[in-house]
């Protein structure tokens, strides 16, 4: 998946909500290609994202 992708499903579940500058922190931390995890399951690239889908 993209990072577009990723970041057009993360604005549609904001859609409605206060995320005024939200949208560009999450980016600016890395979110978008952050593991879940360091040492268990969800540590590949990108895991963080996956799971907050879940």
């Known amino acids: 998946m993209t990072l577009e992708t990723k970041k057009d499903i993360?604005?549609?579940?904001?859609?409605?909500?206060?995320?005024?500058?939200?949208?560009?922190?999450?980016?600016?931390i890395g979110f978008y290609e952050a593991p879940a995890s360091r040492a268990h399951h969800?540590?590949?690239?990108?895991?963080?994202?996956?799971?907050?889908l879940q």
């Open 10 to 28: 993360m604005n549609d579940f904001m859609a409605g909500t206060e995320s005024v500058g939200i949208m560009e922190w999450l980016e600016s």
């Open 42 to 52: 969800g540590n590949f690239p990108g895991a963080l994202f996956d799971h907050s």
